[in-house]
């Protein structure tokens, strides 16, 4: 039987920050895992700041709608999506052999001289931390796929670097391993035409260079449209052009470049029958 004012959970890990509204005396948002910066105070979904109060990433649920929490690249506008803004941080990279690798956290990757996100091979410390990495021990047939924790520093051009992940390795390293790594999404997201990275969310606020703000991922909300989303019979699947507004879908073999990432759909036309807003069901990050 349940319990009003009572939480129940099991292998809850990591902090819940959870709203009561001030109506219903009910739960109301949630955000989890908690990722408040110690001493820092609530940041709501439309208020944008010039000093970090979550991790980058702190997934918030409000209703129907789902927001994380990112950086601003360079200004952002609420009508057009918010792509990653970096390529890739290391690409097809050597990894220390360890004959030993299973139940360790950590693993030493060889930097290039053309990765980070400069290009000189230079990363700095914990800069990839809230990223991934896929780890290849020895080929690719027992891939292993873990979040970054944390990095070690290294200074142009490239080099050894440690990484830690957030769970052990459960295959050893031998004897041909590489591993390739992304710094975390939710850093320096970007407005503009980056028709190869993947867009983040949609900004709740605008914002300017270096500030913080919450992006939409999930439900409800409007992205700036061509005039032919959501017209037609049966035409309600829309995709993000590269440079952030939406676009139909284009069943054709060989679809137009930069509209390949699914927006969401459509919710409604207008009473017409045509083109409302419309309103977007998004379907980036639940």
């Not at 009910?26 to 979550?54: F, M, T, W």
């Not at 803004?85 to 990757?109: K, M, N, R």
């Not at 990839?128 to 944390?150: Q, S």
């Not at 939409?216 to 049966?234: N, S, Y």
Request: hydrophobic share 45%; proline share 7%.
């Amino acid at each position: 039987m349940k319990r009003i004012g009572y939480l129940f959970g099991r292998r809850v890990q990591g902090d819940i920050e959870l709203d009561i509204d001030p109506i219903t005396n009910l739960p109301g948002e949630i955000i989890a895992p908690g990722h408040r910066i110690a001493g820092r105070p609530e940041q709501d979904i439309y208020v944008v700041s010039d000093v970090q109060n979550y991790l980058l990433g702190s997934r918030r649920v409000v209703d129907e709608r789902v927001f994380r929490y990112a950086k601003a690249g360079n200004a952002l506008n609420c009508g057009l999506g918010a792509h990653i803004g970096y390529p890739q941080d290391v690409a097809f990279a050597a990894v220390t052999v360890d004959i030993a690798a299973i139940g360790s956290y950590t693993l030493e990757v060889t930097v290039a001289a053309t990765d980070g996100r400069l290009g000189t091979g230079e990363i700095a410390l914990d800069e990839l931390a809230g990223g991934f990495i896929i780890i290849f021990p020895d080929g690719m047939g027992e891939t292993m796929n873990r979040k970054v924790v944390g990095n070690t520093a290294v200074a142009a051009p490239g080099g050894a670097m440690t990484v830690t992940v957030d769970r052990f390795l459960n295959i050893n390293l031998t004897p041909a391993p590489h591993a390739e790594l992304i710094g975390c999404p939710w850093y320096a997201v970007m407005e503009g035409n980056y028709d190869r990275q993947m867009i983040m969310g949609m900004p709740a606020v605008p914002a300017t260079v270096g500030q913080f703000l919450w992006l939409q991922t999930w439900g409800p909300c409007w992205v700036t449209p061509d005039g032919l989303a959501g017209v037609g019979i049966d035409n309600s699947q829309v995709m993000f052009r590269g440079n952030g507004s939406i676009a139909e879908f284009d069943g054709a073999p060989a679809p137009p470049v930069g509209q390949c990432q699914l927006a969401g759909t459509v919710m409604t036309p207008s009473s017409a029958g045509v083109q409302g807003a419309p309103f977007i069901w998004l379907q980036i990050a639940p």
